[in-house]
């Protein structure tokens, strides 16, 4: 229904009227975020799609810290801190850590690749709209700048008795992070919606 | 005093997947024809899931903070960590800032989640129609500082992995890692299956 708009934190009706300067609208009542400014372009969304998958893959590829001690050392990818706590038999906590640190931004920057990139010449991808849910499912489970603080904490438990290396993995993970979030700003609800009706043939 | 012209009154729908306005239909199942994703009026049975959800939280906030989250074996001693002992090693070594960091995201947070979670139950429950600015930030703000609680569970999980020295210094992850993990996630679901609409629809001053 054109024309009005239903704040989804309180219910309250809005007639749509001209954007207020700079786009951004709150809801009258609660004080919601009720529209974005939407600038960005679907090259630029795709172009951080692209880097972040870069970034994913070097980050489980590299290690992210390394430990010397004793003359022995060990070091960790991604995906090992997912690995270490499995092998110590903790497999839901490892799945936790595993859906919030690898498959939820792979899943986040894939589903948008797989409905972006047909978007962009005209196409809309086979399955586009389930592909989106999934997306609107996942994206709150991104953790990755959760997991950068928490890895530092990591890091100051261990200097006090290792001597800690940070590894290629530890950047690309910082990198990645700063690449998801610009990616969900560009690409939010109401963004990706736009483009997907703007595209109708 | 007027009422407000909500979605509710005018027979409109909003999509939560998509955000898109929807007429009502009143069909059982309904879709949205844009995203057709399931349309509800209100999140389906919002309140008494969330509670179900906040309840177990509660109850698993104390095996969290009792029991060890962290087993650090080394050849000297055997040192059992519980959260707040973990935060208490931090400040010995004198990292202050990283020590504030950990006791706010591990300690304060989850227990203010618990409790503002309830307080807005309990509202939503009894309807109401107070101060209802007020808690729809409250809500907000729950939504928004709830993921920084898994701070601890990662720093855990890269320790348990990378001090793996043999016989010279390990680290067993503990029971309390995964009742704490299970807090976090459980009122992770109930802030996503709380329908903030629901402290909005009693009209105010009846």
């Known amino acids: 229904m054109p024309g009005v708009i239903v704040c989804p934190a309180c219910d309250l009706a809005h007639r749509l009227t001209a954007a207020p300067a700079g786009g951004r609208r709150q809801c009258a009542r609660c004080r919601a ?3 974005r400014p939407e600038n960005a372009s679907i090259d630029t969304a795709i172009a951080l799609a692209v880097c972040a998958l870069v970034l994913l893959m070097l980050s489980n590829a590299y290690p992210l810290v390394a430990m010397h001690v004793n003359g022995s050392s060990r070091d960790t990818t991604l995906i090992g801190a997912a690995i270490g706590l499995y092998v110590q038999g903790f497999e839901s906590l490892a799945a936790l850590v595993f859906l919030t640190t690898v498959v939820a931004p792979l899943l986040q920057i894939m589903t948008l690749l797989y409905v972006l990139v047909p978007l962009r010449r005209g196409r809309r991808a086979p399955g586009q709209n389930p592909v989106l849910r999934v997306l609107a499912r996942v994206r709150p489970w991104n953790f990755m700048e959760v997991f950068m ?3 530092l904490v990591a890091l100051v438990r261990l200097s006090n008795f290792a001597h800690i290396a940070a590894g290629v993995s530890l950047w690309s993970c910082a990198l990645l992070m700063l690449c998801l979030s610009a990616l969900s700003s560009v690409t939010s609800t109401d963004q990706l919606w736009r483009w997907v009706e703007g595209s109708r043939p | 005093m007027t009422q407000p012209a909500t979605g509710r009154s005018l027979g409109l729908l909003v999509c939560l997947d998509c955000r898109a306005t929807v007429r009502d239909v ?3 199942h309904s879709r949205c024809p844009r995203c057709h994703a ?3 009026r209100r999140k389906p049975h919002s309140l008494v899931i969330t509670t179900i959800l906040v309840v177990c939280a509660a109850a698993l906030y104390v095996p969290a903070n009792v029991l060890p989250v962290m087993d650090t074996r080394t050849i000297f001693d055997d040192e059992r960590d519980t959260i707040m002992s973990g935060v208490l090693v931090l400040l010995d070594s004198g990292s202050w800032p990283i020590a504030l960091l950990v006791f706010i995201a591990s300690i304060v947070v989850p227990l203010l989640k618990i409790l503002a979670l309830g ?13 209802r600015l007020q808690r729809s930030r409250l809500f907000r703000m729950v939504e928004f500082i709830g993921r920084w609680s898994m701070l601890d569970i990662y720093a ?6 990378l001090v793996q020295v043999q016989s010279f210094a390990n680290v067993i992850v503990g029971w309390g890692a995964w ?3 299970a807090v976090v996630v459980l009122t992770l679901l109930a802030a996503r299956t709380f329908d903030e609409r629901l402290l909005w629809d009693t009209p105010p001053h009846e």
Do not use: D, E, N
């Open chain 1, 149 to 151: 603080l928490g890895a």
């Open chain 2, 179 to 181: 009742a704490f993990a």
């Open chain 2, 119 to 131: 307080v807005l139950l309990y509202t939503a429950w009894r309807r109401s129609p107070r101060r």
């Open chain 1, 33 to 35: 975020p009720l529209q």
């Open chain 2, 26 to 28: 009143q069909a059982v």
């Open chain 2, 156 to 161: 855990i999980s890269l320790l348990a992995t």
């Open chain 2, 38 to 40: 399931r349309l509800h």
